[in-house]
């Protein structure tokens, strides 16, 4: 399961590569019964060209990072959802950050509760960790962005983003280079489809992928099981999610961020519910490649 890759489009060259490091939601949740599908927390690497983008530092950085050590010095771009500890907590673990010669540019949304910059050294604090952030080698550049600003990387990479819904503001991205597009919309929650907000709704249409926050069923979004309902906690069901993938017309919708309690069977029976939906759906797992 971990070496297949999945061809998104039938062109004769990759464009955009999406690489999937972190899966979780919450926390991570390592053992038997979560091998096949992950337990590291949210980490996604989108490829375009040769530049690489990540989305989110939670404990999937780590992977990432050892993979990015291998072509040292390099320059990475890292987008921030929001700051919540499951989406930071593997930013200390980052391996290029700790080598001099690299660049990490980071973005994120200033908010009341501070920025990406005030996070990652909250973090890093004493007794927290050994290793304050202001002494690590690497050079690290932040860009406080806004919901609606486009930003431009390289030459032909644009990166758009609106807001989403999740407790303490969430971002929600757009990645479009050579004709691909790639949409990275964690943390976010609609109670149906007809929830949806527009501007949400127009970001996704016609993207290739659509990755989006599928944590819950509906009964466990309720509370019909395992109680109590998760109804306000910022995430949303894979029936929201395939109904939205059906909606903006895109092309493969990636369950993503899952519940820490869901084992592998659980997951994958979420996969094929969502298939009965929106036919061209999967769920996320460790590994997983889409070459656009």
């Known amino acids: 399961m971990r070496s297949r890759r999945v061809r998104a489009s039938e ?29 590291n927390t949210s980490c996604v690497e989108v490829r375009c060209g040769t530049t690489r983008i990540g989305f989110d530092a939670g404990t999937g950085l780590r992977l990432l990072g050892k ?24 930013f200390p673990f980052f391996v290029p950050a700790f080598v001099p010669g690299n660049t990490i540019h980071m973005y994120g949304a200033r908010s009341y509760m501070g920025t990406v910059e005030t ?3 909250g ?23 806004q919901a609606g600003q486009i930003i431009e990387i390289g030459t032909g990479i644009e990166v758009r983003s609106v807001a989403g819904r999740h407790p303490g503001g969430v971002m929600i991205y757009r990645v479009d280079y050579e004709g691909r597009s790639v949409v990275y919309a964690t943390d976010t929650e609609y ?23 599928s944590m819950y069923t509906p009964d466990e979004y309720y509370g019909r099981v395992a109680p109590p309902s998760r109804v306000g906690w910022g995430h ?14 895109v092309g493969r919708y990636v369950l993503f961020h899952h519940d820490p309690d869901q084992d592998d069977d659980a997951v994958m029976a ?4 969502a298939r009965e939906i929106f036919p061209a759906s999967q769920a996320a797992y460790e590994g997983l490649v889409l070459e656009l």
């Not at 291998?70 to 593997?90: A, E, K």
Request: net charge negative; aromatic share 10%; hydrophobic share 40%.
């Open 11 to 39: 062109a004769s060259s990759v464009t955009i590569q999406v690489q999937f490091w972190g899966v979780r939601g919450s926390i991570p949740s390592p053992g038997p019964e979560t091998a096949r599908i992950g337990g």
């Open 67 to 90: 993979d990015l050590a291998t072509s040292m010095p390099t320059t990475f771009h890292l987008f921030f959802s929001h700051v919540h500890w499951d989406h930071i907590q593997g």
């Open 119 to 121: 996070a990652m050294a």
């Open 123 to 145: 973090q890093m604090e004493f007794p927290n960790f050994p290793v304050v952030f202001d002494e690590l080698p690497s050079a690290q550049v932040f860009h406080d962005i």
């Open 191 to 213: 109670e149906t489809s007809a929830d949806v907000d527009e501007s949400f709704l127009e970001l996704c249409r016609g993207a290739d992928v659509l990755i989006f926050d």
């Open 236 to 249: 949303s069901t894979y029936q929201v999610g395939a109904e939205i993938a059906a909606k903006a017309q």
């Open 270 to 273: 979420k996969e094929t519910a």
